[in-house]
């Protein structure tokens, strides 16, 4: 069992060693461009939202 855990533990770090990390301009770009991303998501469902609503209390007063 203990021999098992070791090996998991050593194929881990094996496998971080391989990985490809981002260099923190890359990361500070892409989390940048996460944000403007649900910035613009949430102003475009904000609009779509209060159209609705405008139309449905429009319907509602007739």
């Known amino acids: 069992m203990l ?4 090996q ?3 194929e881990s770090r094996d496998e971080l060693r ?8 890359e990361t500070v770009r892409n989390t940048l461009l996460v944000i403007g991303i649900s910035i ?5 469902l904000g609009v779509i939202d209060f ?4 139309g449905l ?6």
Do not use: C, D, M, S
Not at 3 to 6: A, C, D, N
Not at 40 to 44: E, I, L, R, S, T
């Open 40 to 44: 613009a998501v949430a102003v475009f």
């Open 18 to 25: 391989k990985v490809n990390w981002p260099t923190r301009r």
């Open 51 to 54: 159209g609705l609503n405008q």
């Open 8 to 10: 998991y533990l050593k």
């Open 57 to 62: 209390e429009t319907l509602l007063q007739r």
């Open 3 to 6: 021999g098992k855990i070791r």
